[in-house]
């Protein structure tokens, strides 16, 4: 990968650009209208939103300020949880759709699995609401399809229907590598993306990165964003800083070296949310 616009290809051959400007806890109005345009005037063209961070339409309003036409971005958003179900599914995705200003997402993700936890027939409930994504789809409304924070059990549920999830996007960030899952994703065509690239800035403080982040001359974000890409995990950045919003993207004129590479990955666990896909209640 040389820059932002660079892709990492989906299973069906769909292209989408390495790093995605992330919205989760952007402010709606003015904040999240102006700091998506001024990610896409640093050059991002890949911004990933969802219906429950409740920002959809300001998401909207600053890709339209952004001025570049709709075929040159990649829009993601996802589905609540409240609107799993075949029905609701379809309906859900309308009202994003209104709310981005889009007639089409580039992808659209269940945004976390129905689990046994929570539900009996937890497997049907993703399938139904999987249904309508793959009909979606194939309609040519939503160029491709995938989950989030689904882990393997929850996936093989799915990789029995026609189409499997092209995209998991899950917490990854040093001190969370989710191994089990990334392993099940690669073994089946899945791209992992990265939400929480800087462990929502808990990991930024860490001795040892930042130790790393000095021989390189880049800061712990940049260290964070390179790692996950050299992983072949594509991250999420957010910001709402314009400066952040550059930095994050200036991490193409290096490159970690294998021994750093494993250095950060032997770090253990450390700054994840502890929000486990089996035991949430919401
Ligand atoms: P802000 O949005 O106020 O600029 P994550 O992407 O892991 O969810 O992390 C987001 C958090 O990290 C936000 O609090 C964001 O602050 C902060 N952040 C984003 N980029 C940087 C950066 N380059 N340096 C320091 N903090 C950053």
């Not at 402010?27 to 700091?35: I, Q, R, T, W």
């Not at 995938?146 to 990789?159: C, D």
Request: aromatic share 8%; hydrophobic share 40%; proline share 4%.
């Amino acid at each position: 990968m040389d820059n932002l616009t660079d892709d990492f290809e989906l299973t069906g051959g769909v292209g989408i650009p390495c790093i995605g400007y992330g919205t989760w806890q952007t402010p709606d109005g003015e904040v999240a209208a102006a700091s998506v345009a001024a990610a896409i005037e640093a050059g991002y063209r890949h911004i990933d939103t969802a219906a429950v961070y409740g920002n959809e339409q300001s998401v909207g309003e600053g890709i339209a300020r952004g001025g570049v036409p709709r075929d040159q971005l990649f829009i993601t958003s996802k589905l609540w949880n409240t609107e799993r179900g075949y029905e609701k599914t379809l309906a859900a995705f309308e009202k994003t759709c209104a709310d981005l200003g889009t007639d089409y997402l580039d992808l659209y993700l269940i945004h976390w699995p129905a689990s046994e936890h929570q539900f009996e027939d937890w497997e049907e409930v993703n399938l139904a609401t999987w249904r309508a994504m793959c009909e979606l789809h194939q309609a040519g409304k939503i160029r491709a399809i995938g989950v989030s924070n689904f882990l393997s059990h929850h996936l093989e549920a799915l990789m029995k229907t026609d189409v499997a999830p092209m995209v998991d996007q899950i917490e990854f960030h040093p001190g969370c590598m989710q191994a089990k899952t990334v392993e099940y994703c690669r073994e089946h065509g899945i791209l992992v993306e990265a939400w929480s690239p800087l462990g929502c800035g808990r990991v930024l403080q860490n001795a040892d990165l930042g130790a790393i982040a000095a021989k390189y001359g880049k800061s712990v974000a940049q260290i964070c964003i390179r790692w996950i890409l050299q992983h072949e995990v594509l991250p999420l950045p957010k910001s709402v800083t314009p400066s952040r919003i550059r930095e994050n993207a200036d991490v193409f004129d290096f490159e970690l070296s294998a021994e750093d590479m494993a250095a950060i990955d032997a770090l253990g666990e450390f700054g994840g949310s502890g929000l486990h896909p089996d035991k949430v209640d919401f």
